[in-house]
Nanobody, 116 residues
């Protein structure tokens, strides 16, 4: 069972920055596709924020393009999300996701709160 542990969330003022990290267990990290999702207060579903494939193809939600950057360090089994120019609408629980074939794993989530 893969374990994903997120860190780096917190409270920040609008316009500020945070960097989220997600450390994965196991030995197949470099073969997996990684993503960050978020679930905002009162919304029933998680939305994709950013994703990076094993081949380093990247895509972003339109709402975060130009502000967020996803990256990965295969030597550390870690994926990052650098979030700049944060807005109040970025407030959410952020979840790390790992996909490998038909298998998918989720982290426990980390809260990001942006005050205006």
């Amino acid at each position: 069972q893969v374990q994903l542990v997120e860190s780096g969330g917190g409270l920040v003022q609008a316009g500020g920055s945070l960097r989220l990290s997600c450390a994965a267990s196991g030995s197949i990290f470099r073969f997996t596709d990684m993503g960050w999702y978020r679930q905002a207060p009162g919304k029933p579903q998680r939305e994709l924020v950013a994703a990076i494939t094993s081949g380093n193809r990247i895509n972003y939600a339109d709402s975060v393009k130009g502000r967020f950057t996803i990256s990965r360090d295969n030597a550390k089994n870690t994926v990052y999300l650098q979030m700049n120019s944060l807005k109040s609408e970025d407030t959410a629980v952020y979840y790390c996701n790992q996909k490998f074939g038909v298998f998918a794993s989720w982290g426990q989530g980390t809260q990001v709160t942006v005050s205006s």
